[in-house]
């Protein structure tokens, strides 16, 4: 068979807070080139809103494309599908395949006529080995975590055991040359890094939890650290659902850091428990330049974070935010809004966010995701629950205690008060003035 030409593609997401490299492709391109054939990454989000498929179509033709793979999140899934049917009606020919969390919880919803390959392995030698052999189905019959079609019937395998490594470095070359067009709302550019597959915790709203067979697994620190000091920017965010998990793992890896004389800035995302557990450590990790932490504080009642099965509690969130508070640290804190507020636990939620200084917040409609139980709690009250609908400003389900008009009202209210304080602190430069590593401390 002939070789193919790949095409992998990020459909155009809301970038308005945030506009970042496309990690999951680039760790593809990295496979599919070290099998020799010719690939490349379309961010659509780094072209212009106008005349995308025209775009897209003109991109494969010149680039003599005969593969495309498409990565795709649950908000973006339908405008994907939408692109993903138009295409195959242009061009039955080309290959189509899929990835991406959405498919990696939720495979089956994408076997359909349009699609060829559905690919929800956790990690890529599945991919590799698929490559090298172009797609040839008796080699696919044993690719772990594919989906693929024989005679116009869809067979389907299971996914390989966890892994703890994608053994390859991404190939960040989009992102080397489009470095101005990434960037992250008042704080500046940041490089994606991965450094653990997973969750240990079983919050019942979370898909993050769901990858790699549920199974926490944690990369080689010798690994991670190169990685850091050799990654072309001076600032980087990690996509570890908790970077905090692991105390030592995490002491390991400062102080290697500092060996190195490494002086990043580097943004995490942490669990309030697990930054009240690392409390000690906290004057070590901002010597070696973590300054940003996302906090998933959710809510400011017990009985609310309960339901969640958050194992957590609103006395630790507050020691958490006093914690990075003291050590000079930005909290960046994650609220999710409930169906069964009221008036005043939107108002308790700004009172929090006041109280404890924050600066920099999130707020999200809760997001029943096919795949949790929360969804399977919910799936019956539903409303329009369309992929288009899940990126977190949506209502969807009937809140219990207020028309749904009124809680979407405050909800918006809650951006309207806390945003500016964001885009202030943006256009004084507050944070490369007061958090970034400046390698002097
Ligand atoms: C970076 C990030 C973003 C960025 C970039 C988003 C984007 N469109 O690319 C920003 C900040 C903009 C963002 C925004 C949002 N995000 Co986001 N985000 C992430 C995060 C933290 C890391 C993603 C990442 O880089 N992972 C590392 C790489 C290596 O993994 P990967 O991308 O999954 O790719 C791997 C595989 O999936 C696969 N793969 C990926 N694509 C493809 C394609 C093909 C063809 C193949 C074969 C394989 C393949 O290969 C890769 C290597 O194994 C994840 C959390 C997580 N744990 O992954 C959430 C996550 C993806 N986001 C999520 C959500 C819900 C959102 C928001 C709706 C916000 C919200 N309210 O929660 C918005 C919506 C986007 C928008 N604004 O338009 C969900 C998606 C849930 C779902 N069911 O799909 C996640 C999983 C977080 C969560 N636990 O809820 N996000
Ligand atoms: S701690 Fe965060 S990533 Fe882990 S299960 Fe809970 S919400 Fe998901």
Known sequence: MKDLNYMFVRVH?????????????????????????????????????????QRLVKHIEENNISFVGFSIISYTAGYALDVIK????LKPDIKIMVGGAEVNINHQDFMIDEIDYVYYDNGLESLRNAVRHNFEVSVLKDSTGLAYKKDGKWFENEKCPPISSYGVRPDRSIFYENRKKFRVLA?????????????????????SRTFNNCTYKERDIDD???????????????????????????KAICKKLL??????????????????????????????????????????????????NKNSSVMLNKKAVKI????????????????????????????????????????????????????????DKLIRYEYKRTGGTSVLMKPEHLPAWFFKMEYDFLYYVNFPRIYMAGLLGTFNRKYKNKGTE
């Open 324 to 379: 990075l508070r003291d050590n000079n640290m930005v909290c960046v804190g994650l609220f999710v809004i409930n169906y069964d507020f009221k008036h005043k636990d939107f108002m308790n939620i700004n009172k929090f966010i006041k109280e404890e200084k924050l600066i920099w917040v999130l707020f999200s409609i809760l997001i029943p995701f096919k795949g949790t139980p929360v969804y399977e709690e919910n799936k």
């Open 224 to 250: 991670v650290v190169d990685e850091i000091v050799e990654l072309d920017n001076d600032k980087i965010f990690f996509v570890d659902d908790d970077f905090l998990v692991n105390k030592e793992r995490v």
């Open 86 to 89: 138009k295409l195959k009606k």
């Open 187 to 207: 704080k500046g550019c940041f490089s994606l890094m991965r450094g653990s597959f997973s969750c240990p915790q079983e919050c019942k709203f979370c898909v």
């Open 259 to 308: 060996e190195r004389k490494c002086t990043k800035t580097i943004m995490i995302f942490a669990r309030a428990d697990s930054i009240v557990n690392c409390e000690d450590i906290m004057p070590l990790l901002y010597k070696v330049g973590f300054r940003d932490m996302l906090v998933g504080l959710e809510a400011v009642e017990d009985t609310t974070l309960e339901k969640y």
């Open 13 to 53: 997401y809301d970038a308005r807070v945030a506009s970042l490299e496309p990690l999951g492709l680039e760790y593809i391109m990295t496979v599919v080139k070290q099998e020799k054939k010719n690939c490349m990454i379309f961010d659509e989000s780094l072209h212009s809103p106008f005349f995308r498929f």
